[in-house]
T-cell receptor
Framework: KNEVEQSPQNLTAQEGEFITINCSYS?????LHWLQQHPGGGIVSLFM???GKKKHGRLIATINIQEKHSSLHITASHPRDSAVYICAVITQGGSEKLVFGKGTKLTVNP | DAGITQSPRHKVTETGTPVTLRCHQT?????MYWYRQDPGHGLRLIHYSYGVKDTDKGEVSDGYSVSRSKTEDFLLTLESATSSQTSVYFC????????????????FGNGTRLTVT
């Protein structure tokens, strides 16, 4: 079983819809990243959080440490939001490492 | 955008040939990483560097070597390329190590698509 699971794998939405992408993990973590990968391949960091909630524009990221779960929400989705969204966790322990989920491919249609 | 340049962006090579990918940064960040991205897998760490001439293995290091002779350059070498090394390779940099990177996010290059025939 992967240490980081994302759902759904693929998501298609109509412009304007509210989007939720989920990330569950099975290990203790010190923090979690949400990343965005555009069709051209570049990867950018959207959020890094260790508790609570962060908001940037139309993007909101939440994390529940007790439930080992994080969500990325996009309000008023737009075709330019079409990308692969990747969750990654920084594991705790003596050998800390960054473990990536497989990504969620989002397509927003006009 | 963080100044990270990967070269080449695309390469096709034959099985058994040596290949070197280059990552160049202008941010003077101490930590540099090489990842590979394959369908059905998350990004996986190949090797990383925590300073000039200081490198260590990641989870999928077999068949790869790295070198860092200058802060700005991190080279990934496939000594004898195999078809299983066909992948997209990403370089990343950070100012702090991953565990302390709360205020030091990971910055990625645009990737190198390598095809081994």
């Amino acid at each position: 079983k992967n240490e980081v699971e994302q759902s759904p794998q693929n998501l298609t939405a109509q412009e304007g819809e509210f989007i939720t992408i989920n990330c569950s993990y099975s290990v203790g973590i010190s923090a979690l990243h949400w990343l965005q990968q555009h069709p051209g391949g570049g990867i950018v960091s959207l959020f890094m959080l260790s508790s609570g909630k962060k908001k940037h524009g139309r993007l909101i990221a939440t994390i529940n440490i007790q439930e080992k779960h994080s969500s990325l929400h996009i309000t008023a989705s737009h075709p330019r939001d079409s990308a692969v969204y990747i969750c990654a966790v920084i594991t705790q322990g003596g050998s800390e490492k960054l473990v990536f989920g497989k990504g969620t491919k989002l397509t927003v249609n006009p | 955008d963080a100044g990270i340049t990967q070269s080449p962006r695309h390469k096709v090579t034959e099985t058994g040939t040596p290949v070197t990918l280059r990552c160049h940064q202008t941010e003077n960040h101490r930590y540099m990483y090489w990842y590979r991205q394959d369908p059905g897998h998350g990004l996986r760490l190949i090797h990383y560097s925590y300073g000039v001439k200081d490198t260590d293995k990641g989870e999928v290091s077999d068949g790869y070597s790295v070198s860092r002779s200058k802060t700005e350059d991190f080279l990934l070498t496939l000594e004898s390329a195999t078809s299983s090394q066909t992948s997209v390779y990403f370089c990343a940099i950070s100012e702090q190590p991953r565990s302390y990177s709360y205020n030091s996010p990971l910055h990625f290059g645009n990737g190198t698509r390598l095809t081994v025939t």
